[in-house]
């Protein structure tokens, strides 16, 4: 068949599968190849079992995969053939040198800029779908503008804005498309020729178009203010504890004003994911370097918070448990940062196990995804930790259960089966705020939930 344009996606990550499985499934007249240099990755997105667990993609990727979407290492040659190219790879914490701890590690992406300078043999739109720091196009162009030979690069920002576990809704009935541009004749003809690929389902008027470095800011921006409200909520979950008051009373009395809205209010042992860290602190990077002191420090808060209450966490379980855990199991119901994924990049998970085991505790770790993940993120730890898909094994013997991921299967539990197995006094400490806390505490558990007062059978 002949296709329209041929499309191609550089990273075949969690937001180059799926954001590309949505546009081939849209738009069958366009041709949408995805690259790597993972070899690994993307045999794995042409077998039956594809690398990213995320509800309803399998079945896309199924319907459309050799029909208008394909999956290749062949990163030359799909740059030769491309009319617009998506840049989706990773952009981590920079981990050495200047602005270590803080900074986007822009490597991949530079090299994907140099891949496309070297590769091109006609003029193309680059499209930014990675996160980057604001002002990154500026850098891509001058790489791009080193090639002489008048191939032409318009290069768009068009930050993604999915998040995992419901990836495929966001991207079929997204709130907003935010694609930015220069606002000249070649950059407006450009973000036209995008503007026209989402137009295929999403309504025009939820597709934003704005300056360049409008788009790349609105992205950093839109994760610091979701992660603010979490570190908020978490914030006073801490002086609901002191306080006798109940941190979802207060999430829903708050919520119902229209100005502040109910979402992203639920308290927890802290965020996860491998973005709103990382954002947050690389916009606190960009901050300092332009000299802003007190504003870099304003949203830095919000990172430091979401490390007391992860820290808090535990130190309640140690203190509810008469100040000693060693050698007593404790069971992990959740590993991924969030429900519906198996991802645990950055997951609270991994701090918690950590400081469990610094206080000699055992630890057996369940979760229904992502225990592949938990394996490798604890490779190294010593012998103490146990990994179980079944969760009644793994609080079978143990002192306390720990809810750290809010899946839905753990509302269903037999709790009465569960304590039964458990040793005695058995405790929950809930970090989602998931459970029956009334009926934990009847079937004799005592039951420490965030930002709620606990529930104890002790005098
Ligand atoms: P990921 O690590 O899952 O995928 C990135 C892929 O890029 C990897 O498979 C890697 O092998 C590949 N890659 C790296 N360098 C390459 C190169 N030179 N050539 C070809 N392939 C290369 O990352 P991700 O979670 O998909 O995130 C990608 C970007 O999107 C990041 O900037 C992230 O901040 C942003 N983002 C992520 C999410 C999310 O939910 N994960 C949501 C919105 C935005
Ligand atoms: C987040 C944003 O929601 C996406 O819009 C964005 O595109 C993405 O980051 C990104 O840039 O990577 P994601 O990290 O996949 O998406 O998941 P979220 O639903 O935002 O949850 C992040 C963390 O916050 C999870 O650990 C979650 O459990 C926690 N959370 C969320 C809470 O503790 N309380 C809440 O009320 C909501």
């Known amino acids: 068949m002949e296709f329209k344009k041929n499309i191609l996606c550089i990273g075949a990550g969690y937001v180059g599968g799926p954001t590309m499985a949505a546009i081939a499934l849209k738009c069958p007249e366009l041709r949408v190849e995805i690259v790597d240099i993972n070899a690994e990755r ?12 995320e509800p309803g993609l399998a079945e896309i990727v199924n319907q459309v995969r050799g029909k208008n979407l394909f999956f290749s290492t062949e990163i030359a040659e799909g ?5 617009i190219i998506f840049v989706s790879v990773n952009t981590p914490t920079k981990t050495f040198g200047e602005g270590a701890g803080m900074a986007s590690d822009l490597q991949h992406w530079e ?12 003029d193309k739109i680059i499209v930014e779908k990675s996160t980057l720091p604001v002002r990154t196009a500026e850098a891509m162009e001058r790489i791009l503008k080193a090639r002489r030979g008048g191939i032409r690069f318009e290069v768009l920002s068009n930050p993604e804005f999915l998040a995992e576990g419901s990836a495929v809704m ?3 009935e997204p709130d907003r498309v935010l694609i930015g541009a220069h606002r000249t004749p070649e950059g407006l003809a450009a973000e036209k020729e995008l503007v026209d690929i989402y137009a295929h389902w999403i309504p025009r008027e939820k597709i934003i178009t704005t300056n360049l470095w409008s788009a790349e800011l609105s992205k950093l921006v839109a994760n610091a203010f979701l992660a603010q409200r979490i570190s908020s909520v978490n914030a006073i979950s801490a002086l609901c504890e002191k306080a006798d008051a109940d941190i979802s009373e207060i999430a829903y009395a708050i919520g119902s004003d229209s100005r502040i ?4 209010l639920n308290a927890s042992i802290g965020f996860g994911g491998s973005c709103f860290q990382k954002d947050i602190l690389n916009l606190v990077y960009i901050c300092k370097s332009y000299g802003l002191t007190e504003v870099a420090d304003y949203w830095e808060l919000v990172v430091k918070m979401n490390e007391y209450q992860k820290r808090r966490f535990v130190q309640g379980i140690v203190r509810a448990m008469f100040n000693t855990i060693a050698g007593k199991k404790i069971a992990l119901f959740g590993f991924a940062f969030k429900a519906n994924t198996g991802d645990t990049r950055e997951s609270p998970a991994f701090q918690v196990t950590r400081d469990l085991l610094e206080e000699h505790a055992y630890v057996a770790i369940t979760d229904p995804q992502a225990l592949g993940n938990a394996k490798q993120d604890l490779q190294g730890t010593n012998g103490r930790v146990s990994y179980e898909s079944d969760p009644y094994k793994a609080a079978e013997d143990a002192y306390a259960i720990a809810v750290i991921t809010e899946w839905e299967e753990y509302r269903h539990l037999d709790f009465e089966r569960i304590y039964r197995s458990m040793k005695k006094p058995a405790f929950i400490f809930d970090g989602r705020n998931i459970l029956d806390h009334g009926k934990l505490y009847e079937i004799g558990f005592n039951v420490y939930p965030i930002g709620k007062k606990a529930l104890t059978h002790f005098e």
């Open 170 to 172: 966001d991207l079929l």
């Open 42 to 53: 993307i045999r794995q997105w042409n077998s039956g079992d594809i690398p990213i667990f």
């Open 79 to 83: 740059i030769k053939k491309a009319d």
């Open 111 to 122: 090299n994907t800029a140099h891949a496309i300078v070297a590769h091109s043999q006609g």
């Open 261 to 264: 809205g109910s979402k992203f």
